[in-house]
């Protein structure tokens, strides 16, 4: 072989041999920039529910975010197996974090913490033009209580062992009915 074709494909081995390790040295560093993702999310288990959202704090600032229903769903199942007053600050706490993490709005957090714990209805939306906006909607708005009355059963009875909130919040469901029905009544037909 000629010396200037030696030299020619000496020179295209060298340049060959730079391009891969300049491409395997790029694939190193985009590894070490971005972490491994979890390929899947587990949702936390046992009956203790301090270990629980601890666990479910790491999952969700780890790439769960997108199952926080479920975990938050979860969370409620497992504090039924000991329900316990404390268990309503531990929502607390877990919701404001939520919140601060970015993965709730401050009123997300607030609407799902009262839908549970709380003895007003957040379903019930507070609006001053009853006749017009609740009424044609009257069984649509007490299904939607019902549902959140059952949310309150979970919260305050069967995690937070709280049977004077609850009997509150469901004297609260039924006085509403009455009070709906009447002014829906009292509204005449809406045209």
Known sequence: MKPALKRKQAMKNRLTGMVAVAA?????????????????????EGPNLE??????????ETGC????????QRLLTIAEGDPK?????????FLLWSNEAGLLSKRQA????????GIKYVSLVSDYSVC???????????REMNRELGDKEQGLL?????????TRASNL???????????????????
């Open 51 to 60: 270990q629980a959202i601890s666990a479910a704090r790491f999952d969700l």
């Open 85 to 93: 007053k404390e268990n309503k600050a531990s929502f607390s706490d």
């Open 110 to 117: 607030r609407e799902l913490y009262n839908r549970y714990f």
């Open 173 to 191: 469901y039924q006085e509403t009915e009455l009070v709906l029905e009447a002014t829906c009544e009292a509204c005449g037909p809406i045209e």
């Open 158 to 166: 069967k995690i937070s062992a709280d049977r004077l909130n609850y």
């Open 65 to 72: 975010e997108h199952e926080f229903d479920a975990y938050f």
């Open 24 to 44: 395997i040295a790029t694939s190193l560093a985009a590894c070490s920039n971005n972490p491994a993702r979890k390929t899947a999310c587990s949702l936390p």
């Open 132 to 142: 017009s906006q609740t009424c044609p909607h009257q069984s649509d708005v007490m």
